[in-house]
């Protein structure tokens, strides 16, 4: 059973920064795709931030220019720098691990809050 353990979040205002960290239990490879999803107040997770296993990384168009997703696989962790951060982007972030792109996610991480207030 892979585990995710999460950090970082927090609290921020419109423009700041934030940072969160997911690292996994195993190693990332074999797993093709590591990566953020954001559930907000409809309660669905959509992807945030996600990177593959090769370094590739796939922004939602929401965060794109502001937001850098990172993986060191030594470490087994990925990071997820948010800056110029919005009030839209609030919410609870979990970490995600998959096989591919459009596969489900297998792994969730506990989930880690983001406020960003005006």
């Known amino acids: 059973q892979v585990q995710l353990v999460e950090s970082g979040g927090g609290s921020a205002h419109t423009g700041g920064s934030l940072s969160l960290s997911c690292k996994t239990s195993?190693?990332?490879?074999?797993?093709?795709?590591m990566g953020w999803y954001r559930q907000g107040a409809g309660n669905q997770r959509e992807p945030v931030a996600r990177i593959s296993s090769g370094g590739k990384p796939n922004y939602a168009d929401s965060v794109k220019g502001r937001f850098t997703i990172s993986g060191d696989n030594s470490k087994n962790t990925v990071t997820l720098r948010m800056g110029s951060l919005k009030p839209e982007d609030t919410g609870v972030y979990y970490c995600?691990?998959?096989?591919?792109?459009?596969?489900?996610?297998?792994?969730w991480g506990q989930g880690t809050r983001v406020t960003v207030s005006s």
């Open positions: 195993e190693s990332f490879y074999g797993f093709n795709v």
């Open positions: 995600g691990l998959t096989t591919s792109w459009d596969t489900p996610v297998e792994y």
